[in-house]
């Protein structure tokens, strides 16, 4: 082999070698920051309540019983439907009744998606009761001697229907409430929950 072939055969590899270098650069994208492969954040997924629990919505409510409690050395009362069960909320919504119209338990323990009704803070019910605007959705004016208004507000992806307590009151700026998923909107149950609501509230009375 001359010197020539020996030099046109050293110019053809390097020519192979740069074609296929370039062919894989143009396949394989220079290395870039590894991608997210976690989802967006969002709002947490809808709870959805069991079907024996909304069909109850149909079924008439238990005799009302009344509570007794005591709160900053004042004592309150005030009826709530039998189909409520005491439970420990583990925070500052005290007390706490949910909903189990199938238990005769005295006591039970919390799930996430029952619908429950207790007395404690919220930001929003204590900014309206303090400024006098209205907040939510369906908004009352009260003219009652314990609750400025009623309404429904979003909780943490849930509905909270409630009535705010006066300034003066034993849980003065708090929501006496509601909280349930959204799928009860407009169901039976809806209304037969919110009549529990109403009778509580309607009943309330200090000493």
Same mark, same amino acid.
Do not use: W
């Given at each position: 082999?001359?010197?020539?072939?020996?030099?046109?055969?050293i110019?053809?590899?390097a020519e192979?070698v +740069?074609?296929q270098?370039?062919s894989? !650069?143009?396949a394989a994208? =220079?290395? &870039?920051?590894p991608k997210? #492969?976690?989802?967006?954040?969002?709002?947490?997924?809808?709870?959805?309540?069991?079907q024996?629990?909304?069909?109850?919505?149909?079924i008439?409510a238990?005799?009302?019983?009344?509570?007794?409690?005591e709160?900053?050395?004042?004592?309150?009362?005030?009826?709530?439907?039998?189909?409520?069960?005491?439970?420990? +909320?583990?925070?500052?919504l005290?007390p !706490?009744?949910?909903?189990? =119209?199938? &238990?005769?338990?005295?006591f #039970?323990?919390?799930?996430?998606i029952?619908?429950?009704?207790s007395?404690?803070p919220?930001?929003?019910?204590?900014?309206?009761?303090?400024?006098?605007n209205?907040?939510?959705?369906?908004?009352?004016k009260?003219?009652n001697k314990y609750?400025?208004?009623?309404t429904r507000?979003?909780y943490?992806?849930?509905?909270?229907?409630?009535?705010?307590?006066?300034?003066?009151?034993a849980?003065?700026?708090e929501?006496f409430?509601? #909280?349930?998923?959204?799928?009860?909107?407009?169901?039976?149950?809806?209304?037969k929950?919110?009549?529990?609501?109403?009778?509580?509230a309607?009943?309330?009375?200090?000493?």
């Amino acid at each position: 082999m001359g010197f020539f072939d020996s030099l046109k055969k050293i110019i053809n590899t390097a020519e192979t070698v +740069s074609k296929q270098l370039n062919s894989s !650069s143009q396949a394989a994208p =220079p290395a &870039s920051a590894p991608k997210n #492969t976690k989802p967006a954040p969002s709002a947490a997924p809808a709870q959805k309540t069991p079907q024996n629990i909304l069909d109850s919505g149909s079924i008439p409510a238990k005799e009302s019983v009344l509570i007794e409690k005591e709160y900053a050395d004042k004592n309150y009362t005030f009826r709530l439907s039998g189909d409520f069960i005491e439970f420990d +909320s583990h925070c500052e919504l005290d007390p !706490s009744y949910q909903y189990e =119209p199938y &238990s005769n338990e005295d006591f #039970t323990e919390y799930s996430n998606i029952y619908p429950d009704i207790s007395i404690g803070p919220y930001d929003d019910v204590y900014n309206a009761v303090a400024s006098g605007n209205p907040v939510g959705k369906g908004y009352v004016k009260l003219d009652n001697k314990y609750f400025a208004f009623k309404t429904r507000l979003d909780y943490f992806g849930k509905n909270l229907y409630c009535y705010g307590f006066r300034d003066g009151t034993a849980r003065e700026r708090e929501a006496f409430g509601l #909280t349930c998923n959204k799928d009860i909107e407009g169901t039976p149950l809806e209304k037969k929950l919110i009549a529990a609501l109403d009778e509580a509230a309607s009943t309330y009375t200090e000493t």
